[in-house]
């Protein structure tokens, strides 16, 4: 007999079941594949624009805008980012299939904490700490932006 509680029972279309969630590790790797994909073009786009040394934290909202715009764009339209793509695996909503924009605002919301002067950065760390620690604690590996919006990672077919 298994100790697994879900094992055979019907589950939620956009939850994960242990069997099907993606790992912490594939989620970071996906991250960091995102990271060089996006933060390197939107760099040289800082940089052209002069930013780079703005007193002003310009560059930041720009970075912000822009990183919340392509996570909320690609899950909500693919159910997956480039990254996501990459490592085979995607965000469903509650609905089983790609998350609603609202929902993918409401789960990549925190990324706009980078608007806040001063304490941005260090609210974004947090923010991210709490991700990591809530998808390790998690039988369905899901993070708090997740239950908040409603949302799963899964392996993708």
Known sequence: MSDDPTMGQPH??????????AGLGARIGARLLDV???GIPASIIVGLLG??????????????????????????NR????????????????NGGNPEIA?????????????????GPIASLAAVIAIIVTISSSSENRGWHDTFAGTSVLRAA
């Not at 939620?12 to 969630?21: H, I, L, N, V």
């Not at 040394?53 to 764009?73: C, H, K, Q, R």
């Not at 159910?79 to 509650?94: D, E, N, W």
């Open 103 to 119: 929902e993918t605002a409401k789960r990549n919301v925190w990324m706009l904490l980078g608007l806040i002067p001063f304490l």
């Open 12 to 21: 939620e279309p956009g939850r994960a079941t242990p069997a099907d969630a």
């Open 51 to 76: 930013l780079g040394a703005d007193p002003t934290g310009f560059a930041s909202i720009v970075f912000a805008v822009l990183w919340f715009g392509y996570f909320v764009l690609l899950e909500s």
């Open 36 to 38: 060089v994909l996006v």
């Open 79 to 94: 159910g997956a980012t480039v990254g996501k793509s990459i490592l085979s695996i995607k965000v469903v909503g509650p």
